[in-house]
């Protein structure tokens, strides 16, 4: 099945200016001009995060969109493909946010504009942990791109949440990906765009 629909949702702190997002948006214009691509800034809060995602896709067709995300979006994307039945890949995904956000509760900087800031606010901890999925149900659905050398999320937490999905799981790399562009190809094969 052609994916004719593309989502990306980016990580905590980051915005649609992350060298990913910008990399797939860039390559699907030029390549893959006919499908429809959405990467939205996700507001602070999970629940108006994910509420605002899926109005966006409100009227895209299940059957043929699919959602990249990294980190904290990785999160988003499972909750969306479990709830949607679309397919997902997953650039080292965070798997307990709730955990590991609790220690950024408060003001933030956006990663790619520091002069910007956002509150973490306590509530959204509860928010992530209403949003987490404890086992996926189509691990075919789904391909992960996981770094051994991640340096804030562990790689054997991620690749035991995610069992007998697709994984490309990087000797070394880092949490932001920064060799993404050599991943690229696999990621688009997966997604079979239109």
Known sequence: MHTTHLLYLHGFGSSPASNKARLMASTVASRHPQVVWACPALQASPHQAMTQVLALVADWPRETMS?????????????????????????????????????????????HT??????????????????????????????????????????????????????????AGDHALSDFAQHLDKVLAFLNLV
């Open 67 to 111: 959602v990249v995300g990294s980190s904290l979006g990785g999160f988003y994307a499972t909750w969306l493909a479990e709830r949607l039945g679309c397919k997902a890949v997953l650039l080292n995904p965070a798997v307990h946010p709730a955990r590991d956000l609790a220690a950024y509760i408060g003001e933030n900087k956006l990663w």
């Open 114 to 171: 520091p002069e910007q800031s956002f509150l973490f606010d306590l509530a959204y901890v509860g928010e992530l942990q209403s949003q987490e999925v404890a086992h996926i149900s189509h691990p075919e659905r789904y391909f992960a791109i996981i770094a051994k050398g991640d340096e804030v999320l562990d790689w054997r937490e991620m690749t035991g949440h995610y069992p007998g999905v697709a994984t490309q799981l990087l000797p």
